[in-house]
T-cell receptor, first 114, second 114 residues
Framework: GAVVSQHPSWVICKSGTSVKIECRSLDFQATTMFWYRQFPKQSLMLMATSNEGSKATYEQGVEKDKFLINHASLTLSTLTVTSAHPEDSSFYIC??????????FGSGTQLSVL | GDSVTQMEGPVTLSEEAFLTINCTYTATGYPSLFWYVQYPGEGLQLLLKATKADDKGSNKGFEATYRKETTSFHLEKGSVQVSDSAVYFCALNPYGGATNKLIFGTGTLLAVQP
């Protein structure tokens, strides 16, 4: 069935470095990809919505220059956290709209910035 | 704004116990309501949904009824199994459709002991 493969599952990086998270839709094409993040004990919050071939739409309070989203193809979307800082440490998860109007989620990436 | 509040976990139960995970919501329109489940190492999967008041969603022995008068969508299962151990997320779509943006709760970890 339809699956979204998200990598890496976890990453530890130094403050000031950039981290790229990849989401690939397997066996389906995702016209729209949603990126969420979850801080400890908080809700899973939508960061941005990206449509293939166009610029992402960011939610209020999310810095577009810090969280770069690329959705260049129907099967691949990437989120790059630029110049990561400890406050960016969070759980990031993607989802794509798939067959039968269902959403398919990646397994998430736990980012820890030292 | 629209929001979802669900009970904090973890919830620890013995096998065959009755499960209730509370979820209440705030929405200005007529949202659709969802329960998603995330098993260890996997992406969130849709467990069940309800699109209008008094609808009951059900799947794999789980049920939830869309209660407009109490703005609730509590998840229940009569007899849990060890394999039900997972994180459960309550969510709403303020626009009523199955895709588009979702607003999630914090997730509730369920641990079922043999």
């Amino acid at each position: 069935g339809a699956v979204v493969s998200q990598h890496p599952s976890w990453v530890i990086c130094k403050s000031g470095t950039s981290v790229k998270i990849e989401c690939r839709s397997l066996d389906f094409q995702a016209t729209t990809m949603f990126w969420y993040r979850q801080f400890p004990k908080q809700s899973l919050m939508l960061m941005a919505t990206s449509n293939e071939g166009s610029k992402a739409t960011y939610e209020q309070g999310v810095e577009k220059d810090k969280f770069l989203i690329n959705h260049a193809s129907l099967t691949l979307s990437t989120l790059t956290v630029t110049s990561a800082h400890p406050e960016d440490s969070s759980f990031y998860i993607c989802s794509g709209d798939g067959p039968n109007e269902k959403l398919f989620f990646g397994s998430g990436t736990q980012l820890s910035v030292l | 704004g629209d929001s979802v509040t669900q009970m904090e976990g973890p919830v620890t139960l013995s096998e065959e116990a009755f499960l209730t995970i509370n979820c209440t919501y705030t929405a200005t329109g007529y949202p659709s309501l969802f329960w998603y489940v995330q098993y260890p190492g996997e992406g969130l999967q849709l467990l069940l949904k309800a699109t209008k008041a008094d609808d009951k969603g059900s799947n794999k022995g789980f049920e939830a009824t869309y209660r407009k008068e109490t703005t609730s969508f509590h998840l229940e299962k009569g007899s849990v199994q060890v394999s039900d151990s997972a994180v459960y997320f309550c969510a709403l779509n303020p626009y009523g459709g199955a895709t588009n943006k979702l607003i999630f709760g914090t997730g509730t970890l369920l641990a079922v002991q043999p």
